[in-house]
């Protein structure tokens, strides 16, 4: 861009009032940006609160069915479901059973709002299963890559069965697109659309989910299958396999830390990105803000922003709720 020296020259002439910054303002953050995530447990009989995200709640059916109304009165056009099963097993075949809280939960969803918000399924076996990996374990307790893409095309049916408009793989098996594409077009889903965890990080911030997904790993880390937080052209490889095996959407994941990679994914590929502000970076600001150390609705709608002029079109967050009423 060539700068455009004279009226630059006194750039506070844009500045001067709340209506001449926002005739400038080049960034414009939205509700219909925000994708709201949201917990539901079997076997519960009252939310319970989730200490480490303050203002969440492992749902029930009933309270998540309230949640969600409220959300789509607010303008939020998306849900990110996630399942906490009262039964695991190694295989973590509630996943996918027609019964699993998952498909309860997007059942009684599509049928209270239809196509007034879209739901978004995510597909992932760490919740499910008894070890609390992402995919199914081979001897020696690696996670088996091909034998978990079975399963994930099995959970990709079953969540379209039960009305979810989008399908969200997050466990970051390889060829997890491509399994999930071809599994939703073999069984009549072929306008059930794929929202890809193509660039998702080993990071340090997903603490608070782990407590409210109940999902973390017994033994180990995902180092083997999430990407290393140094590594950016890595993401745009992964990215581009998720793009050739038929991602609608991509996805960023977490946020703040990884905007470069945002950004260049959004320039490199041009299609629907999302950022995912995990739970830790939503940690953060309330912990900050709880002490008074800083002022929490100012930082939350400047991280925002920030992940929306980095590229991203739809900003996954916890603040989905408390943006959206300011937006
Ligand atoms: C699991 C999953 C995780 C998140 C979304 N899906 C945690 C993990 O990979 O350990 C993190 C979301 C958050 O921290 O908000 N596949
Ligand atoms: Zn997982």
């Known amino acids: 861009?060539?700068?455009?020296?004279f009226p630059l020259s006194r750039p506070r002439?844009?500045?001067?009032?709340?209506?001449?910054?926002?005739?400038?303002?080049?960034?414009?953050l939205s509700r219909r940006d925000l994708v709201a995530p949201l917990f539901v447990k079997e076997g519960i009989d009252e939310p319970v609160p989730i200490?480490?995200?303050?203002g969440h709640h492992q749902h029930t059916l009933e309270s998540l069915r309230k949640e969600a109304a409220e959300l789509a009165a607010l303008g939020v056009p998306a849900l990110l479901l996630f399942g906490v099963p009262a039964h695991k097993d190694a295989e973590g075949s509630q996943a996918w059973a027609p019964e699993g809280i998952v498909q309860q939960a997007l059942r009684a969803l599509t049928a209270d709002l239809g196509d007034e918000v879209a739901l978004v399924g995510d597909l992932c076996l760490c919740e499910y299963t008894d070890h609390g990996h992402c995919g199914l374990l081979q001897d020696g307790g690696a996670v088996a890559n091909d034998a978990t893409l079975q399963r994930y095309a099995r959970i990709a049916v079953a969540q379209a069965e039960a009305g979810a408009a989008v399908i969200a793989p997050s466990g970051m098996m390889d060829g997890q697109v491509g399994a999930i594409r071809a599994a939703l077009d073999d069984a009549g889903f072929a306008d059930t659309a794929i929202l890809a965890y193509a660039a998702k990080y080993a990071s340090g911030l997903y603490g608070p989910f782990r407590e409210a997904a109940e999902g973390a790993p017994r033994f180990g880390d995902r180092t083997g299958y999430q990407m290393d937080p140094a590594n950016a052209d890595e993401a745009l490889r992964e990215v581009a396999l998720d793009v050739a095996e038929g991602a609608d959407m991509v996805m960023v994941k977490p946020a703040l830390a990884y905007l470069d990679v945002l950004w260049r994914v959004k320039q490199a590929f041009g299609l629907p990105t999302a950022a995912y502000h995990v739970s830790g970076e939503y940690a953060m600001v309330k912990a900050a803000a709880e002490r008074g150390w800083v002022d929490g609705d100012r930082v939350m709608l400047e991280v925002l922003t920030g992940i929306r002029r980095a590229?991203?079109?739809?900003?996954?967050?916890?603040?989905?709720?408390?943006?959206a009423p300011l937006l």
């Open 1 to 5: 861009m060539q700068p455009a020296p």
């Open 13 to 28: 002439r844009l500045r001067r009032t709340r209506v001449l910054r926002e005739l400038a303002r080049e960034t414009h």
């Open 51 to 54: 200490s480490s995200m303050p």
């Open 311 to 323: 590229g991203a079109d739809l900003v996954v967050t916890y603040f989905a709720r408390e943006a």
